[in-house]
């Protein structure tokens, strides 16, 4: 199994409050992404990064950051967790882009309550 | 973007083949076609990619059209393991984007003992 964690598993944090989730890989990937997925809409990308401090958005972006200072490391933050933001986050990485296939996290759910 | 489209669901006898069926009609001739599938409560598991060729590894055969608007997850011999939500989908090199299109919702499939 690629090697890929997530932190934390679960959340509950309330409304307003700011969270960051992280994703650590020991693969050395280059690429690495966040998707959320909730029942009905599938995986949804939320934001990539392609290298150290290179980043982009996704489809679903809108109240997300991301940081990735070191190549093992991508954080996911909410700045201001709304209710909306539930869900059941999935880091994957790869080690190029189109052909490379995903390898992903077991996910960290997280309720905002 | 290129869309890929799947039934929502499909049944299948233990130790018999399934034929997990994906149109991708607007593919480009950078597309790869991707499989992936997930168990309840894990993240994705990668498990077959191709371009233009028909593609083998120990979890499945990938079956690719000639005009590759359309692509078939061939399992073998299905076990009640493989119940999970399969997803196709497309990721392109050429456009220079490593953008991940949306999973979608993916096809639920039953094995039946």
């Known amino acids: 199994d690629a090697g890929i964690t997530q932190s934390p598993r679960h959340k509950v944090t309330e409304t307003g409050t700011p969270v960051t989730l992280r994703c650590h890989q020991t693969e050395n990937h280059r690429y690495m992404y966040w998707y959320r997925q909730d029942p009905g809409h599938g995986l949804r990308l939320i934001h990539y990064s392609y290298g150290v401090k290179d980043t982009d958005k996704g489809e679903v972006s809108d109240g997300y950051s991301v940081s990735r200072s070191k190549t093992e490391d991508f954080l996911l933050t909410l700045e201001s967790a709304t209710s909306s933001q539930t869900s059941v986050y999935f880091c994957?990485?790869?080690?190029?882009?189109?052909?490379?296939?995903?390898?992903f996290g077991n996910g960290t759910r997280l309720t905002v309550t | 973007d290129a869309k890929t489209t799947q039934p929502n669901s499909m049944e299948s006898n233990e130790e018999e083949p399934v034929h997990l069926p994906c149109n991708h009609s607007t593919i480009s001739g950078t597309d790869y076609i991707h499989w992936y599938r997930q168990l309840p409560s894990q993240g994705p598991e990668y498990v077959i990619h191709?371009?233009?060729s028909n593609v083998n590894n120990r979890m499945a055969s990938l079956a690719i059209a000639e005009d590759r608007k359309s692509s078939t997850l061939i399992l073998h011999r299905a076990t009640l393991r493989d119940a999970a939500v399969y997803y196709c989908?497309?990721?392109?090199?050429?456009?220079?984007?490593?953008?991940?299109?949306?999973f979608g919702s993916g096809t639920q499939l039953t094995v039946l003992p």
């Open positions: 191709g371009l233009t």
């Open positions: 994957a990485i790869s080690e190029w882009a189109g052909e490379s296939p995903l390898h």
């Open positions: 989908i497309l990721r392109d090199v050429g456009s220079g984007s490593a953008r991940q299109l949306t």
